[in-house]
Structures are given as structure tokens and as C-alpha cells.
């Protein structure tokens, strides 16, 4: 699928704040309101906007710990890795799962009040499926956080005609 500079434009635009009314998106990019709606739908329909959601901050909901957890299997079955997959989605803890090339099968994101909560919650994932091991990273700052995806031909500066 091709991105034209305005899809772009509108993408970077939204990713930065998707509560902008489509005239003001419409204004910033150079088209009119329908013009611009029917991008946004068009860009919707072709799966290019994913979905638009407010970001919670995790900290003030009292979700002050972050996790990275590495999980590790002894059996790699497509049956079994389908069941893990399944299983993730009911822990609302779990903010990413990756499945990684390497020595570990799965990377986590979690996060949860304290500590007492991550010990619930790997006890939950322990013995929801076998694992071979699990190997826990806890975030002591937070450097970097987005949700923006580096669109092709980075961000256009909204001076910059389209």
C-alpha cells in the first residue's frame, strides 16, 4: 500500500494527538474536512490506523512497577506455544508479548503495583503453562516511552507544506 506525504503527514499528526478534530488535522495538512475524514477513514479500513485509544499513565492509576520478563520453554510444540498465546491475553498485567528468536521464547511487558503484585501475578503465570524459566527485569526510570511509529521520511514539520 502507498503513503502519499498528506497520509503521512496525517499519520504523524495523529500519533501525536488522535483528539484533534478532522478540520484542524484537515487545516494542518492542507485539505478541507471530507477530504481529509475520507483519508482517515481510508487509512482505518487498510488496517494503517490500528485503533485510537487513550494512553493511561501507569504510575498515576498506581501501576508503579514495570517488568521485562523473559520466558523460557522445554517444549516449543505449535499446539503448546498456541495455548501460551491464548493464555497471555488473560492477564491484563501483560502490556506486550513478543515472541523472540534467541535463547528465551517469549519477552514481557508487566506491569503492576509493587512487588507483592508481581509475585501474584508470576505465580498466576507459572502455573498457568509449563516453563522452563523465567527471568525478571525491573525498570528502575523510565528513559523512553512512545507509542509513535517512525513514519518513512520522519515527522514533517507542520510548517512544511505537504
Known amino acids: 500500500m502507498k503513503l502519499d506525504r498528506i497520509d503521512l503527514k496525517i499519520l504523524d499528526i495523529l500519533q501525536k494527538d488522535a483528539t484533534l478534530a478532522v478540520a484542524v488535522v484537515g ?10 475524514w475520507k483519508r482517515i477513514q481510508r487509512l ?17 492509576v498506581g501501576l508503579r512497577l514495570t517488568a521485562i520478563v523473559a520466558v523460557q520453554f522445554n517444549q516449543h510444540s505449535g499446539d503448546f506455544i498456541e495455548s501460551f498465546r491464548g493464555a497471555v491475553q488473560d492477564f491484563p498485567e501483560i502490556l506486550d508479548c513478543f515472541r523472540v528468536a534467541g535463547e528465551i521464547d517469549f519477552i514481557l511487558k508487566v506491569v503492576v503495583a509493587d512487588m507483592a503484585a508481581y509475585d501474584a501475578f508470576y505465580n498466576k503465570l507459572i502455573n498457568t503453562v509449563p516453563i522452563k524459566s523465567v527471568t525478571s527485569h525491573f525498570a528502575m526510570e523510565r528513559v523512553k516511552s512512545t507509542t509513535a511509529v517512525p513514519l518513512p521520511g520522519g515527522s514533517i514539520p507542520a510548517s512544511e507544506p505537504v
Do not use: K, M, Y
Not at 27 to 36: A, D, H, K, N, Y
Not at 44 to 60: D, K
Open 27 to 36: 487545516e494542518r495538512v492542507g485539505l478541507s474536512q471530507t477530504p481529509c
Open 44 to 60: 482505518e479500513a487498510q488496517g494503517v490506523i490500528a485503533r485510537r485509544v487513550a494512553l493511561v499513565n501507569s504510575e498515576a
